[in-house]
């Protein structure tokens, strides 16, 4: 079988390869000090963070299910990671760092194996599950922490002083020479910011042959260079001594006792990371399917996301998911195929092994300046036309969803709460509309004909509408514009029957949809209903037919 380029590239259209080459470089610059930072979180060496974000980037944009959506080492997964470093400092005395690696590799190959688990499984279809409101209330809180979490770059500014750091976190500064150079390097560092952000604000209006991002970038970076402006550099961000120079990622294989100890305690932290790690690369899929109005493979995201998380464990990495900011600075620049995910890998890599005395001297403002646009972009601007046009449980579960992602960090502890309130006002909501029109017909019997769905939340209030004392021998419970869902429905009608069986009469079901009467017949053994064989409701489905053809 043959397939052209663009085809293998995940696009249908002729590739712009110039447009991916240098979205791609975009994505490359964006992504290492971002690498550094997460992998900062969790205590590791840059390099760690670095070779993780190399791995992902490279395997998820030839194997995943989203052309043009960007893996990489990722702030939540970090976090996990203090977790089990944590308890294995308290399990274990004396363990090393170098021990606690192992560790921390064994789990990420794990996680890998759980994820391509969920794929196989197509469990990915899941995340259609997730209301319109999470979605907008994840996203919201996800464009805050790329905004919060650029404000460290501004309390570093001269090197040597870490009063300077007290004074933009709000403990006083005396010195007078030293409050006005802090205002000195903060304006300066402000202004490259503002600088960066206008220039990719209105590159766009003059060409889009190039990305402004990038464009940005370089043209930041030569003001500072050409000026001699003293301004924090990726360098700056780094710890004494450390550096993002380093070789091909190392092969590793976990030097830890594979027994049932070693993975009861991995386990819960692999299994964390994997759901993590779906959800945000699932959620990411949805939200750039609706960026380049294309659509996704979210089961084979899954898998695609194992592997490369397998791929990392084993070559020295922490592990990752997908990056919504450098997904859509990659999208954002006009990269719609495979092939920038994979140039912003091998370029990453290549800053890695021989770029990184250049890569270290990029201000930080230009790389903040990116990602606070990045931010702005990502915001759903549009959620906030929602209050008062939108029922209010919706805004809630948004506002809430927007605030646990902000505060905590945890997107897929947001998310889920986000779900399980949905789940619960929809349920409410439900409960509240079962209705019963009553009739009595020419041989005496009363007819309840129910309306809205029977399940758990509505079972209450379908037991108070009947009159077992003053009803007649025989009642119809009328199906045809209900049904029964769950468990607790069927108690509830079996509940019914048994109390008009104490004053000797008999209850009938009516109209019942094939999937109720698979319930009750699978319920047979521990409940006694009567189910009516109504020859007109099949007259009725043939007339119904007829009219349809």
């Known amino acids: 079988m043959e397939y052209s380029i663009p085809k293998l590239l995940g696009s249908s259209k002729p590739v712009n390869y110039k447009t991916e080459i240098l979205s791609g470089l975009t994505v490359a610059l964006a992504l290492v000090p971002e690498a550094i930072a997460f992998a900062m ?125 007290e004074f933009f976190s709000g403990t006083g500064v005396t010195d007078s020479a030293l409050l006005n150079s802090g205002f000195s390097e903060l304006t300066t560092m402000v202004g490259l910011v503002v600088a960066t952000m206008l220039i990719i604000w209105l590159f766009p209006k003059i060409s889009k042959a190039i990305p402004s991002s990038l464009v940005a970038i370089i043209l930041v ?59 945000e690369s699932l959620l990411t899929l949805n939200l750039i399917d609706e960026v380049t109005e294309t659509r996704g493979n979210g089961n084979r995201e899954c898998i695609a996301q194992g592997t490369a998380n397998i791929a990392s464990g084993f070559l020295s990495g922490m592990g990752g998911c997908a990056m919504i900011g450098q997904s859509l600075i990659n999208t954002s620049s006009g990269a719609r195929t495979r092939l920038s995910g994979i140039f912003a890998s091998v370029m990453l890599l290549v800053f890695i092994m021989f770029g990184s005395s250049v890569i270290e001297k990029l201000p930080m403002a230009a790389l903040v300046g990116v990602m606070f646009m990045v931010a702005i972009g990502t915001f759903e601007w549009a959620s906030l036309k929602t209050f008062r046009k939108m029922p209010v449980s919706d805004v809630l579960v948004m506002v809430i969803v927007t605030i646990i992602t902000a505060v905590t960090h945890n997107l897929a502890v947001a998310v889920l709460i986000g779900i399980i309130i949905s789940a619960l006002v929809f349920s409410w909501e439900n409960a509240k509309r079962i209705r019963a029109r009553k009739s009595i017909d020419e041989n005496g019997a009363k007819h309840y004909e129910i309306y809205g769905p ?44 048994k109390r008009y069986r104490k004053y000797g009469k008999t209850v009938y079901l009516r109209y019942l949809s094939d999937d109720c009467k698979i319930l009750l017949n ?19 489905t043939n007339k119904a037919k007829s009219l349809v053809r």
């Open 522 to 540: 699978n319920a047979d053994a521990i409940i006694e209903v009567n189910v009516m064989d109504d020859p007109s409701y099949k007259v009725v």
């Open 221 to 279: 970076s030569a003001i500072v260079v050409l000026f001699g402006i003293h301004t924090t550099a990726v360098a700056d961000t780094l710890a004494p001594g450390e550096t993002i120079k380093g070789s091909f990622p190392p092969l590793t294989i976990p030097a830890i006792e594979f027994n049932w100890q070693t993975l009861t305690l991995i386990f819960p932290y692999a299994a964390i990371v994997a759901g993590v790690g779906l959800i």
């Open 41 to 165: 979180i969790a205590g590791f060496s840059p390099l760690t963070g670095l070779y993780a974000a190399f791995v992902m980037g490279f395997v998820t944009s030839i194997l995943g299910g989203r052309p043009a959506m960007i893996s990489g080492a990722t702030g939540a997964i970090a976090v996990i990671f203090v977790g089990l470093i944590t308890q294995l400092r308290s399990e274990m005395l004396g363990i090393g760092n170098e021990q606690i690696m192992q560790f921390v590799f064994a789990t990420v190959i794990l996680a890998g194996v759980l994820q391509i688990l969920a794929g196989v499984l197509k469990l990915g279809k899941f995340i259609r599950l997730v209301p319109h409101p999470v979605m907008y209330g994840f996203v919201n809180g996800l464009a805050i922490i790329i905004f919060m979490a650029q404000f460290p770059n501004f309390t570093s500014i001269i090197e040597g002083n870490p009063s300077l750091t």
């Open 454 to 497: 029977l399940f758990f939340g509505s079972i209450k209030a379908f037991s108070e509408k009947f009159n077992p004392t003053e009803d007649p021998n025989e009642v119809v419970i009328d199906f045809r514009e209900s049904r029964i869902v769950d468990m607790s429905a069927i108690e509830a009608v079996n509940g019914i029957t």
